[in-house]
Nanobody, 125 residues
Framework: QLQAFGGGLVQTGGSLRLSCAAS????????MAWFRQAPGKEREFVAA????????AYGDSVRGRFTISRDNTKDTVYLQMNSLVPDDTAVYYC????????????????????WGQGTLVTVSS
C-alpha cells in the first residue's frame, strides 16, 4: 500500500511538502514517483527517484521548483514543492515500481505497478 500525505490549500508562491509511505509486502520498489492530475486534464508526470544510483527526473513544468527525495530506511518518498502557482493545483499521486525502471521510462505511468490514493493540492491566486 501507498499512503500519500501533505496536500492542502496554499497561496501562490507558497510551499508544501508531500510524503508517501510504502507498506505491506516487500517488493523491489526500485523507483518511486509522483504524478498529478488536474480536473479535466490527463495525468502528468511530476518527479521520480530511482534507488539504484539515486537518479532523479522531473517534469518540465516543475523542474527547478520541486525536489524529490527518498528515505530508503522508511520506504518513503517526499516531494518538496516551492514557488507554487495555480497551475500546480491537482491531485498528486505517488507510485512505485515493482522492478528496475530504465531512465528513459521514468516519466511513463505504465512503469509503475502500485499507486496511492492521491492527495489534493490547491494553490490559490
Amino acid at each position: 500500500q501507498l499512503q500519500a500525505f501533505g496536500g492542502g490549500l496554499v497561496q501562490t508562491g507558497g510551499s508544501l511538502r508531500l510524503s508517501c509511505a510504502a507498506s505491506g509486502p516487500t517488493f523491489n520498489r526500485n523507483t518511486m514517483a509522483w504524478f498529478r492530475q488536474a480536473p479535466g486534464k490527463e495525468r502528468e508526470f511530476v518527479a521520480a527517484f530511482r534507488k539504484g544510483g539515486g537518479n532523479t527526473a522531473y517534469g518540465d513544468s516543475v523542474r527547478g521548483r520541486f525536489t524529490i527525495s527518498r528515505d530508503n530506511t522508511k520506504d518513503t518518498v517526499y516531494l518538496q514543492m516551492n514557488s507554487l502557482v495555480p497551475d500546480d493545483t491537482a491531485v498528486y499521486y505517488c507510485a512505485t515500481s515493482s522492478g528496475w525502471v530504465i531512465l528513459s521510462a521514468l516519466r511513463e505511468s505504465n512503469s509503475y505497478a502500485f499507486w496511492g490514493q492521491g492527495t489534493l493540492v490547491t494553490v490559490s491566486s
